[in-house]
């Protein structure tokens, strides 16, 4: 099996997959607004959503990188020791227990779905309780074909094959937006939908299950021999799964208190969320996923090289979030318009959503960094600590959102995003510096902020330019046949001119005096 990890490498298997985490963005645009135009915002789509909510945060906890942290850097390990047979042995073995775990999970939950809803939005009325049972005892295998394909794609994942792992949601995305089509063309109701998210989960399974046979792997009955790898890998897996998962645990958090607030706010926060996540898996999700094997590799190999890794990989992800935050937080109000809803949405909860995800923005820089660092220290196989700290985050959060809600309301929610976000990086900069003595490289950190803060200046005047130039051009032309431009058609606009940007400050970087190692363009002085 291949293992090189050069920078271009490193570079190719995240750009694949950001290329097809685009189009799966692509597509999930289309599904929010699909589902959007089915469900509206209101106490339909609060049960929808609700239904959705757990099975939706576990797929995250797996497909979040939290499996793929806590077994990726031992089976590399076995790997580079020639131990595939014991690998296969491994997967068999994690893959029938995270599985039983599951089917037990849906069997109570079909037992109890009242209890399920009321652990996920305490504040339900009765009504919406009894609207969401149906949807919930529907929905809820769905999860068994999430862990499947999460645990097999971590292992295709330790052999640095990437494409296929990240088809999956794209595949995802096509029968799901099937599923609302047909739904919304024949006015089916809302447990016909989830029968579609049932059927996409395992449609998706079943492409990363074939994959694995594909690529060389079995499963081989464990013997007495693989017990203290095992050992290892599920002393890994809670910490590594809340470490990797603290997002989504995070949101499930503000669902159950945005369950207080009045009818469409669950909705509301659902939908900031998913727009707040789209940069970040595109690019987080698809560097930390190569990150980590190398990292891993790095550790055996040649560990000194860490520190360098984790400056290069700082510095990329530096100058992608920043854009994509400013961006954000300026143009926020042009991702919810009337249009998008078609009077299914109050004007107030439309405007309060785009003022929503102007403040979560913020947070962004801090997740990708946040990141960057986990993967770091869980290729140190310190995933304790790191635990510890995105803990006492979430607990931090969660405080500031209970003594905050009744004045601030669904504002305490996107607070308390960027102030958990600020508190991780502190605390896993820390824990680099004070326990593996690995200094945060500030003085070339900085050196690349003096260089890159002049691109960026002038990437915001080509934006600038562009987006003046194109809009006059087609106000223009619009004007000429007496038609105006849309509200929709310019959050497009602004789209497509911010994508063009971003295109040539790629292109140009290395003119401004910026040194990126992980960068395809990088030159040697």
Known sequence: MNHKTTKTFIFKKTAVIGVVKIFGTILAFVREFLQACYLGINGDSDAFITAFRLPNMLRKLYEGNGLTAAIVPHTVKMLHDGRTEEVNQVSLTIFGVIECI???FCFLVWIFPESAIGFIAPGFSVDQIVAAVP?????????????????????INAINHFFIPALGPLVFHVVYIVGLKYCLA???????????VVLAGFIKFLLVFAAYFFYGFSFSFP???????????????????????????????????????????????????????????????????????????????????????????SKL??????????FMVCFS??????????????????????????????????????????????????????????????????????????????????????????????????????????????????NFLKAYGFQFFWGVCFFGFLYATLTQ?????????????????????????????????????????????????????
């Open 102 to 104: 599951m089917v037990m």
């Open 333 to 446: 109000g042009f991702f919810f318009t009337p249009e998008l809803f078609k009077g299914r949405a109050t004007p107030e909860l439309i405007v309060l959503s785009g003022k929503i995800l102007a403040i979560m923005a913020c947070a962004f820089p801090f997740q990708i960094l946040n990141k960057i660092m986990l993967k770091s220290l869980l290729s140190l196989r310190d995933s304790d600590s790191s635990t510890l700290v995105v803990v006492l985050a979430t607990i931090v959060g969660a405080a500031f959102n209970y003594y905050t809600i009744g004045f601030l309301g669904a504002f305490a929610m996107a607070y308390a995003t960027v102030l958990r976000a600020a508190i991780k990086t502190l605390g896993l900069m820390g824990l680099l510096f004070f326990k593996h003595n690995i200094v945060w490289p500030l003085d070339p950190y900085f």
């Open 473 to 525: 051009i087609i106000q223009t032309i619009l004007a000429a046949q007496c038609m105006q431009l849309g509200q929709l058609e310019h959050f497009f606009l602004v789209l497509a001119v911010f994508v063009i940007t971003l295109f040539f400050m790629w292109r140009t970087y290395k003119y401004f005096g910026l040194r990126m190692y992980l960068m395809p363009y990088h030159t040697k002085h």
């Open 186 to 196: 024949w006015s089916l109701p809302i447990k016909t939908m989830a029968g579609f």
């Open 223 to 313: 013997q007495k021999n693989v017990w203290s790898d095992l050992k290892i890998i599920f002393r890994q897996m809670l910490p590594c799964l809340v470490s990797f998962g603290a997002l989504e645990v995070d949101s499930f958090l503000d669902i159950r208190f945005g369950s207080y607030l009045p009818k469409g706010c669950i909705t509301m926060l659902y939908l900031t969320h998913r727009l707040y996540m789209v940069p970040y898996s595109i690019f987080a999700a698809s560097l930390g996923t190569v990150l980590l094997s190398h990292f891993s590799e790095s550790i055996i190999k040649n560990p000194k090289r860490l520190r360098f890794y984790l400056l290069e990989s």
């Open 135 to 155: 949807v919930v005892k529907v929905m809820y295998p769905v999860i068994i074909g999430f862990a499947g394909f999460s645990v097999l794609s971590t292992f």
């Open 317 to 326: 992800a530096t100058w992608f979030a920043l854009p994509v935050c400013i």
